[in-house]
């Protein structure tokens, strides 16, 4: 009676995977974006270094004033006339000074203006010199600064501190390829570690660059209105060191290619001022 009965066939499961005869396209990957507060190791050293050294303001006030004497930059240490004065570090401090006032600074104020401005134009030094051109290169321009206040301040017995002077000259280095194609500061940027290594405008290149002329104008607009305005800065009101700064401007935009270890751009080689605009559509 029951072996008579009929079977019905079983029901098909619907597999989503196999409803369609083609599988679909493959998206192209997503490329990784870098974070946006991602720095160099260099560039992370030397800012820790200069918060590590302005911990110094929790010395006794006796102590705190005896370091800016022995490392801040005191024109007046030079001085050879009949009314020198002796001052702490001796013969040696003569020669330290030129590097080691850059790492001292008056106050938090003082020390943030200078890292804000350090960030962008300091980081792309740093991946493009590596860390030891990049240490060298903060030392060399800090001395040209030096040396610019030394000859404009000659009998100064103020000391001179902050890391201006350097930072002006990372700011003219940086301006060397900055704006060339694929640069950090054009408008088709690779990522960061890419847009440190582009080749960089020759001096003459750079100079007739529109926006090289158009930053260069900005810049020492501004440390002249700082100078001849006597402005200070700071909750102490220190004055800003302007020679300082252009000396460390100068020295950055002219020794540039002695630090520089990236192959220069050919004559016809694209920058931002003409071929970059044409990318943007």
């Known amino acids: 009676m029951g072996r008579n009965r009929s079977q019905e066939p079983p029901a098909e499961v619907f597999d989503p995977l196999e409803s369609s005869s083609e599988s679909p396209p493959e998206l192209p990957p997503v490329p990784p974006r870098e974070p946006i507060l991602t720095l160099p190791g260099a560039l992370t050293a030397y800012v820790l270094l200069l918060g590590i050294i302005h911990l110094r303001v929790l010395l006794p006030p006796d102590l705190e004033n005896w370091t800016i004497d022995v490392f801040g930059f005191i024109p007046k240490r030079y001085d050879s006339t009949l009314l020198a004065i002796e001052f702490p570090g001796g013969d040696g401090a003569k020669v330290w000074t030129f590097v080691t006032y850059s790492l001292l600074h008056a106050n938090l104020s003082h020390i943030g203006f200078n890292v804000l401005w350090l960030l962008p134009f300091g980081s792309a030094l740093a991946r493009r010199f590596g860390a030891v051109r990049f240490f060298v290169f903060m030392a060399v321009t800090a001395a040209a600064g030096a040396l610019a206040h030394l000859v404009t301040h000659e009998h100064a ?4 501190i902050g890391a201006s002077a350097s930072v002006s000259g990372t700011m003219a280095a940086a ?18 570690a890419a847009a440190a290594q582009v080749p960089a405008l020759s001096l ?10 158009g ?32 000396g460390g401007f100068l ?31």
């Open 251 to 281: 020295a950055g935009l002219l020794l540039f290619s002695l630090f520089d270890p990236v192959p220069r751009a050919a004559p016809h080689a694209a920058d931002a001022s003409h071929d970059d605009r044409s990318d943007r559509s």
């Open 204 to 213: 003459m290149r750079a100079l007739r660059d529109r926006r090289v002329l």
């Open 215 to 246: 930053f260069l104008g900005i810049w020492f607009g501004v440390n002249i209105i700082f100078g001849v305005g006597s402005i200070a800065i700071g909750a102490d009101g220190a004055s800003v060191a302007w020679q300082a700064h252009i």
């Open 175 to 192: 301006i060397r390829f900055a704006f060339v194609r694929g640069s950090f500061l054009s408008f088709s940027r690779g990522d960061a």
């Open 157 to 160: 017995v103020a000391p001179m």
